[in-house]
């Protein structure tokens, strides 16, 4: 008894000991790797504004992970295309710099973990051919699809809509297709380029950037896109088995000059090898156009002189003084109620510039000189019921939606843009709805702020619960194309109008290509199906053909061109175009392109209501009269029997005199 | 705030008035229903009545079906419901206040004179007067005449509520005020609105007491 006793306070000590010995070295240990990584090496700015200077090496992509790639002189030979990763991180190194840039907003799509945040622009993938305009999105946003839905891997993903990305994401995700694995080795990956946003050179070429990402050419995307370098060929062109580092093993003549190939202007290197990147954390609106433009093709064609820039740049800010974000990248959106790890997200969105904290101790809304907005005769109401947006951004609304055309949509600033305003995809705009539910900001969900619109069109298949999903784009590509005889193409890259007939005859011969399901095509608003006897059946307004919007903050227009400035009756009128606006139904489809919604209807407004609501405007005058005169009424009644009163009580107290 | 403020507001008006009415009887029938009939009788239009006796009562009848379509939609929401007035009840509510402040007017303007206050109007008020002030205020006690006092109060009350109640809205229909003083004018509606609405339900039951008294 003894002896176990006395083990047990053995065994008490022991673990007093290891309880106090195991926390104060730990303590040490986290004190001493603080110790090793002092603020003087960090990469975090030092709080002056003058840009630093980029006069650096260049590196190859690394071929041992961890590891810099060989540095590049002007006499590599052959000339190799440097590597972002390996270039920026010899200085941007500490705490991985890159690894943390790669989870900022631009790049992580595809990180399933990132909140998706409020809807915004999908990619679109078009094809006239079969009739398809799809979004697609890695992000959770209701009404897209993810690639993989559609059969896309990341790599070709990249391919086609690494265009307007500034690398990164997918294009950095390693394959799992075995296809694919060969011509990944040979593109290379499509790494985060820093220049898209950060170079300031006037002589960077984004649009030389996007030629490479279609010619599967990752690898020398970015090094094509900085003004002292020169990228010729293709990597699309070359056979599986090519090595970039031994461009000479090409014994294909054919295929020879499409190597891909680099030639570097040797002054850009100084004595030391070093060049100059012209980079800047004060990044120019111009670099965020190259993939944020848009333009109203109903009003300006292509010509964007014809249409006036945002009202923002034009008073001399840029993107980023609402846009920031710091090393994280973690760019703040600017909508309200924004949950962002960035710190100023809350102060910089519309009502965080130009109200600031309403409640707060000190003034904070006007920051960079934004006007302070008074609202004059605005009932507030419209702030609980509008967002900034709704009166302030985009074009002035008409009796019909437009159609606009995106940077990322489009390809607008690229070489290859097909420059018909009615090219695919239909994209219109302003669509008054209330916008999604998001960041758990209910509050914000149950305003109505201006939109973009598709409408969807895809071969489809449905299932027994009457769940729809897309098919495979190849499987549509193989077969519907070709079972889609004799449509009528042009050159616009509009639709070509498709029969109903043509519907039936594609669905029958997709019938065998579906599984467990039926095959659905939907378009418009609208999904198309067999029935039992083999007959074309179609259900409009079908959840699964809804329309995809997401909100538009840009253009914001000036606050004499906003929509409360004029009368009540501009948007409170049985004409108004805010509530009894047309918005165009978009489809191959005759029958349904003709058809039309009406805005009130994406505001989940009942048309009764809407209605007498408008008209009883026609009456606010008269309400106004009859109420000012009946006022004016019953104060003069008070008045002059206050004054009666004030007579009688002067009369008592003059007799009381006598 | 005044969700709270108002549901206790109500609440306690109509328990006043229902502890008044069972403590301070008036001579009129007891019978729930009986009672109930001879209050209706009492707001219809005399036939004896001139065509001003008419115009004044159907514009008390119409203010008093204004008021209470107005402090249904305006409260109901509001109290209920948890939320601001929209919608249908925005309509009704914006078409009956016209109507209502039309009323108002009318009552006010023919009302005006037989609710002026009197020496005779309270006892106690002129024997408080007499001591307070030492004036010589004409005496002529007749007792139970203290709700007279109490109802043209409340008529004198409602007159100058509805000043603010009505300007209040009228004024933010105008491109004057920012969002600040649209905040304020709401404030004062809904205040106002409040205030209105528990003297309105008092200057009514006052109205029906003194003419069961005086039918007495």
Same mark, same amino acid.
């Given at each position: 008894?003894? =002896?176990?006793?006395?083990?047990?306070?053995?065994?008490?000590?022991?673990?007093?000991?290891?309880?106090?010995?195991?926390?104060?070295?730990?303590?040490?240990?986290?004190?001493?790797?603080?110790?090793?990584?002092?603020?003087?090496?960090?990469?975090?700015?030092?709080?002056?504004?003058?840009?630093?200077?980029?006069?650096?090496?260049?590196?190859?992509?690394? %071929?041992?992970?961890?590891?810099?790639?060989?540095?590049?002189?002007?006499?590599?030979?052959?000339?190799?295309?440097?590597?972002?990763?390996?270039?920026?991180?010899?200085?941007?190194?500490?705490?991985?710099?890159?690894?943390?840039?790669?989870? @900022?907003?631009?790049? =992580?799509?595809?990180?399933?973990?990132? +909140?998706?945040?409020?809807? &915004?622009?999908?990619?679109?993938?078009?094809?006239?051919?079969?009739?398809?305009?799809?979004?697609?999105?890695?992000?959770?946003?209701?009404?897209?699809?993810?690639?993989?839905?559609?059969?896309?891997?990341?790599?070709?993903?990249?391919?086609?809509?690494?265009?307007?990305?500034?690398?990164?994401?997918?294009?950095?995700?390693?394959?799992?297709?075995?296809?694919?694995?060969?011509? $990944?080795?040979?593109?290379?990956?499509?790494?985060?380029?820093?220049?898209? *946003?950060?170079?300031?050179?006037?002589?960077?070429?984004?649009?030389?950037?996007?030629?490479?990402?279609?010619?599967?050419?990752?690898?020398?995307?970015?090094?094509?896109?900085?003004?002292?370098?020169?990228?010729? @060929?293709?990597?699309?062109?070359?056979?599986?088995?090519?090595?970039?580092?031994?461009?000479?093993?090409?014994?294909?003549?054919?295929?020879?000059?499409? %190597?891909?190939?680099?030639?570097? $202007?040797?002054?850009?290197?100084?004595?030391?090898?070093?060049?100059?990147?012209?980079?800047?954390?004060?990044?120019?609106?111009?670099?965020?156009?190259?993939?944020?433009?848009?333009?109203?093709?109903?009003?300006?064609?292509?010509?964007?002189?014809?249409?006036?820039?945002?009202?923002?740049?034009?008073? @001399? /800010?840029?993107?980023?003084?609402?846009?920031?974000?710091?090393?994280?990248? =973690?760019?703040?959106?600017?909508?309200?109620?924004?949950?962002?790890?960035?710190?100023?997200?809350?102060?910089?969105?519309?009502?965080?510039?130009?109200?600031?904290?309403? =409640?707060?101790?000190?003034?904070?809304?006007?920051?960079?000189?934004?006007?302070?907005?008074?609202?004059?005769?605005?009932?507030?109401?419209?702030?609980?019921?509008?967002? *900034?947006?709704?009166?302030?951004?985009?074009?002035? +609304?008409?009796?019909?939606?437009?159609?606009?055309?995106?940077?990322?949509?489009?390809?607008?600033?690229?070489?290859?843009?097909?420059?018909?305003?009615?090219?695919?995809?239909?994209?219109?705009?302003?669509?008054?709805?209330?916008?999604?539910?998001?960041?758990?900001?209910?509050?914000?969900?149950?305003?109505?702020?201006?939109?973009?619109?598709?409408?969807?069109?895809? !071969?489809?298949?449905?299932?027994?619960?009457?769940?729809?999903?897309?098919?495979?784009?190849?499987?549509?590509?193989?077969?519907?194309?070709?079972?889609?005889?004799?449509?009528?193409?042009?050159?616009?890259?509009? !639709?070509?109008?498709?029969?109903?007939?043509?519907?039936?005859?594609?669905?029958? #011969?997709?019938?065998?290509?579906?599984?467990?399901?039926?095959?659905?095509?939907?378009?418009?608003?609208?999904?198309?199906?067999?029935?039992?006897?083999?007959?074309?059946?179609?259900?409009?307004?079908?959840?699964?053909?809804?329309?995809?919007?997401?909100?538009?903050?840009?253009?914001?227009?000036?606050?004499? $061109?906003?929509?409360?400035?004029?009368?009540? #009756?501009?948007?409170?009128? #049985?004409?108004?175009?805010?509530?009894?606006?047309?918005?165009?139904?978009?489809?191959?489809?005759?029958?349904?392109?003709?058809?039309?919604?009406?805005?009130?209807?994406?505001? $989940?407004?009942?048309?009764?209501?809407?209605?007498?609501?408008?008209?009883?405007?026609?009456?606010?005058?008269?309400?106004?009269?009859?109420?000012?005169?009946?006022?004016?009424?019953?104060?003069?009644?008070?008045?002059?029997?206050?004054?009666?009163?004030?007579?009688?009580?002067?009369?008592?107290?003059?007799?009381?005199?006598? | 705030?005044?969700?709270?403020?108002?549901?206790?507001?109500?609440?306690?008006?109509?328990?006043?008035?229902?502890?008044?009415?069972?403590?301070?009887?008036?001579?009129?029938?007891?019978?729930?229903?009986?009672? &109930?009939?001879? %209050?209706?009788?009492?707001?219809?239009?005399?036939?004896?009545?001139?065509?001003?006796?008419?115009?004044?009562?159907?514009?008390?009848?119409?203010?008093?079906?204004?008021?209470?379509?107005?402090?249904?939609?305006?409260?109901?929401?509001?109290?209920?419901?948890?939320?601001?007035?929209?919608?249908?009840?925005?309509?009704?509510?914006?078409?009956?206040?016209?109507?209502?402040?039309?009323?108002?007017?009318?009552?006010?303007?023919?009302?005006?004179?037989?609710?002026?206050?009197?020496?005779?109007?309270?006892?106690?008020?002129?024997?408080?007067?007499?001591?307070?002030?030492?004036?010589?205020?004409?005496?002529?006690?007749? +007792?139970?005449?203290?709700?007279?006092?109490?109802?043209?109060?409340?008529?004198?009350?409602?007159?100058?509520?509805?000043?603010?109640?009505?300007?209040?809205?009228?004024?933010?229909?105008?491109?004057?005020?920012?969002?600040?003083?649209?905040?304020?004018?709401?404030?004062?509606?809904?205040?106002?609105?409040?205030?209105?609405?528990? %003297?309105?339900? /008092?200057?009514?039951?006052?109205?029906?007491?003194?003419?069961?008294?005086?039918?007495?």
């Amino acid at each position: 008894m003894v =002896n176990t006793h006395w083990k047990e306070v053995d065994t008490l000590k022991k673990v007093l000991f290891a309880g106090l010995c195991v926390p104060s070295l730990l303590a040490w240990l986290a004190a001493a790797g603080g110790a090793a990584e002092p603020n003087a090496v960090t990469t975090r700015g030092d709080g002056a504004r003058t840009p630093g200077v980029h006069r650096i090496p260049l590196y190859a992509e690394s %071929v041992e992970p961890g590891k810099l790639g060989d540095k590049i002189t002007k006499e590599t030979s052959p000339a190799v295309p440097f590597s972002i990763r390996g270039t920026c991180s010899e200085c941007h190194v500490y705490k991985h710099d890159y690894d943390v840039i790669q989870k @900022g907003w631009h790049f =992580n799509a595809t990180d399933a973990n990132v +909140p998706p945040g409020r809807p &915004g622009q999908p990619w679109i993938y078009t094809d006239v051919t079969t009739g398809t305009q799809i979004p697609l999105s890695y992000r959770a946003w209701p009404g897209t699809f993810r690639p993989d839905q559609v059969g896309w891997t990341p790599f070709k993903f990249t391919q086609f809509f690494g265009r307007q990305m500034p690398g990164g994401g997918a294009g950095e995700i390693d394959t799992k297709d075995d296809n694919e694995i060969p011509r $990944q080795i040979v593109s290379g990956k499509l790494e985060i380029n820093c220049l898209s *946003c950060h170079d300031r050179d006037p002589a960077h070429d984004q649009a030389e950037y996007t030629a490479q990402v279609a010619k599967q050419s990752f690898r020398w995307a970015a090094t094509a896109s900085a003004s002292f370098a020169l990228v010729s @060929g293709s990597a699309k062109e070359m056979d599986d088995t090519f090595d970039y580092l031994m461009p000479d093993m090409v014994m294909d003549e054919k295929k020879k000059p499409l %190597v891909p190939t680099v030639t570097y $202007q040797p002054s850009a290197f100084d004595h030391k090898d070093q060049v100059v990147f012209n980079v800047s954390g004060k990044i120019s609106a111009d670099r965020c156009y190259f993939c944020h433009s848009d333009i109203n093709v109903d009003q300006c064609g292509s010509e964007k002189w014809q249409g006036d820039e945002d009202v923002h740049l034009t008073a @001399g /800010l840029t993107c980023v003084d609402c846009h920031r974000e710091g090393l994280e990248h =973690n760019t703040i959106r600017g909508y309200e109620g924004e949950v962002n790890a960035n710190v100023m997200a809350a102060k910089t969105s519309c009502k965080g510039c130009h109200l600031g904290d309403e =409640n707060g101790n000190r003034p904070e809304g006007g920051r960079l000189g934004a006007p302070v907005p008074t609202h004059k005769g605005i009932p507030t109401v419209h702030f609980e019921r509008l967002a *900034c947006t709704a009166c302030h951004s985009g074009p002035w +609304p008409g009796d019909t939606t437009y159609h606009v055309k995106t940077s990322q949509t489009h390809g607008l600033g690229t070489r290859t843009v097909n420059k018909s305003p009615k090219a695919l995809p239909h994209v219109l705009y302003p669509v008054f709805a209330k916008q999604a539910p998001v960041d758990g900001n209910e509050a914000a969900a149950r305003k109505i702020g201006p939109h973009k619109l598709i409408w969807p069109a895809y !071969w489809g298949a449905i299932s027994e619960d009457g769940k729809v999903r897309p098919l495979d784009l190849t499987t549509v590509k193989n077969v519907v194309g070709p079972a889609l005889k004799g449509l009528v193409f042009t050159a616009a890259g509009d !639709w070509a109008e498709i029969k109903d007939a043509q519907i039936t005859g594609v669905l029958k #011969t997709l019938a065998g290509s579906v599984k467990d399901a039926k095959p659905v095509y939907v378009t418009g608003g609208t999904l198309y199906r067999l029935n039992e006897g083999g007959t074309l059946a179609s259900s409009w307004d079908h959840p699964a053909a809804a329309a995809y919007t997401w909100p538009i903050a840009h253009n914001v227009r000036p606050a004499g $061109q906003s929509l409360g400035v004029g009368k009540c #009756t501009v948007c409170h009128s #049985t004409a108004s175009p805010f509530f009894f606006g047309k918005v165009a139904v978009d489809s191959p489809i005759a029958s349904l392109s003709s058809l039309t919604k009406v805005q009130y209807e994406f505001q $989940q407004a009942p048309h009764g209501r809407t209605w007498a609501f408008a008209m009883s405007f026609i009456f606010r005058p008269w309400f106004k009269v009859v109420a000012i005169g009946a006022a004016g009424l019953i104060g003069l009644v008070l008045l002059l029997y206050g004054l009666r009163a004030l007579g009688a009580v002067a009369r008592v107290l003059a007799e009381q005199e006598k | 705030m005044f969700q709270t403020v108002a549901d206790i507001a109500l609440v306690m008006t109509f328990l006043g008035i229902a502890a008044h009415w069972g403590l301070v009887p008036t001579g009129g029938p007891r019978n729930v229903v009986q009672g &109930g009939v001879h %209050v209706f009788s009492l707001l219809l239009i005399e036939q004896r009545a001139s065509i001003l006796g008419v115009l004044k009562k159907l514009a008390y009848l119409v203010s008093l079906v204004c008021f209470l379509v107005l402090a249904i939609t305006g409260f109901w929401p509001l109290l209920v419901r948890g939320e601001h007035i929209s919608g249908y009840l925005m309509m009704i509510h914006a078409t009956f206040a016209p109507v209502f402040a039309l009323c108002l007017a009318i009552l006010a303007v023919t009302w005006a004179g037989a609710n002026r206050f009197t020496a005779e109007d309270c006892p106690w008020v002129q024997r408080l007067l007499r001591r307070t002030t030492r004036l010589h205020v004409a005496t002529e006690d007749q +007792p139970g005449r203290c709700a007279v006092l109490w109802y043209k109060a409340t008529f004198w009350l409602l007159m100058f509520l509805a000043l603010p109640l009505i300007l209040s809205i009228v004024i933010s229909m105008f491109h004057i005020l920012g969002t600040s003083w649209q905040h304020f004018t709401m404030a004062i509606h809904r205040w106002t609105g409040l205030v209105f609405a528990v %003297v309105a339900i /008092l200057h009514t039951y006052l109205a029906i007491r003194t003419r069961m008294v005086y039918n007495t």
